[in-house]
């Protein structure tokens, strides 16, 4: 079945320094990607799409310049987190959708924690 | 009004009992609906996807799309603590570019 890899499952940072997040389709290729952000017992919210080769699209009170999203290849996305701050302290996760079966299959998550 | 409202539980059962879940959405768009398990510190995982109205069965399992109703539900038959986790709603249309669009979550807990 359809598999994302999600790197690191889990992080810790200083405060001001940038920290960035990995999502590889393993077995598919996905031609959109989706970030979201989780706080504790509260539901996904969608941070971002992107689309391979093309800029992402933000969802509103998402700071683009803050979290910076790079969908290089079909099978790899990446979050860039930049100048952490304690507030990102969240719960990040990919998607990545499968156009051959309408699937969306989720990455384990990276749990970041900035100090 | 949220897209999609789902109550957020907790919703506490014995081994052994049916336990329902249920979401109500009001975009008529919505084409697909999907349930998902996430365990604590987790990912979350896709249990069951539906395209149509009516009954979907996997295993424990049952997944009921009413769309004349704007109502979907998942059933979960002979509860084990394992299925102790929340459970997503998400719902979304056309082709996979599109974002779902989720549920809060409900925490179910499965005791022995």
């Known amino acids: 079945g359809a598999v994302v890899s999600q790197h690191p499952s889990w992080v810790i940072c200083k405060s001001g320094t940038s920290v960035k997040i990995e999502c590889r389709s393993l077995d598919f290729q996905a031609t959109t990607m989706f970030w979201y952000r989780q706080f504790p017992k509260q539901s996904l919210m969608l941070m971002a799409t992107s689309n391979e080769g093309s800029k992402a699209t933000y969802e509103q009170g998402v700071e683009k310049d803050k979290f910076l999203i790079n969908h290089a290849s079909l099978t790899l996305s990446t979050l860039t987190v930049t100048s952490a701050h304690p507030e990102d302290s969240s719960f990040y996760i990919c998607?990545?959708?499968?156009?051959?079966?309408?699937?969306?299959?989720f990455g384990s998550g990276t749990r970041l924690t900035v100090v | 009004q949220k897209e999609v409202e789902q109550d957020p539980g907790p919703l506490s059962v014995p081994e052994g009992a049916i336990v329902s879940l249920n979401c109500t959405y009001s975009n008529s768009a919505f084409q697909y609906f999907m349930w998902y398990r996430q365990y604590s510190r987790k990912g979350p995982e896709l249990l069951m996807y539906t395209y149509s109205s009516g009954n979907k069965e996997d295993g424990r399992f049952t997944a009921q799309v009413d769309k004349s109703s704007k109502y979907i539900s998942l059933f979960i038959r002979d509860s084990q603590p394992s299925d102790s986790a929340t459970y997503l709603c998400?719902?979304?249309?056309?082709?996979?570019?599109?974002?779902?669009?989720f549920g809060g979550g409900t925490r179910l807990m499965v005791k022995p």
């Open positions: 998400a719902m979304g249309w056309g082709n996979a570019g599109n974002m779902l669009t």
């Open positions: 998607s990545a959708g499968n156009r051959a079966n309408y699937g969306y299959t």
